[in-house]
């Protein structure tokens, strides 16, 4: 029995010193005593592809990505949906959706920059604005894949949340990655998703 626990330990040494290594970004959030929180973020990889069906889901909301390229340039699609809330949306090709909350108008865009087969860039603008109170989000994104090729990072470059509260703006910054998991290479409709 000894040795095959040797043979076990041996394995996973290899298999953590094969593992993708990860950027660390130091953030000014306060961790604990003295200390700063780090976000972990996976490094870039060119296996695999954007096209097809990428799924991100957490505690509140799931997502789901549609990459494809058209003559070259990549578009991506996004349909959401809250757990939270009865919010719920789905853009275009270009990344743009526009929907209704309790009456007032609400605006979301995705639109992609200058990219390539490897990395998505552009700029993320989420607004809902109801008589005095609302929500904005605003942020630079930089789209890459990552280990080998059916996970991708989507990272929030420089992401502010500004809730509105009888017509007053509280500000939040902070660090924001999502991990994404390719679902398909294909495009799947949202009830074929493995929620």
Known sequence: MRPFRILVAAATSAAFALATPAA???TNL???GAEKVLLMK???TIAGSFDGTWMYVNRDARWVLWARTRNGVP???LQYMSLAS???FETDWDGKAEYYVAGSTVTFE???GKSSADRLVGTWSWVLKIDNSGRRETSDIVIHRTGYGRTLLMDFKNFEKTI???GRDKTIKLPVAWSWTKISKRELLWDELPF
């Open 75 to 77: 578009q991506v699609k």
């Open 24 to 26: 660390e970004e130091k």
């Open 164 to 166: 509105t509260r009888d």
């Open 86 to 88: 009865p919010e719920a």
């Open 30 to 32: 306060p961790g604990f």
């Open 110 to 112: 995705l639109k992609l």
């Open 42 to 44: 996976a490094d870039p």
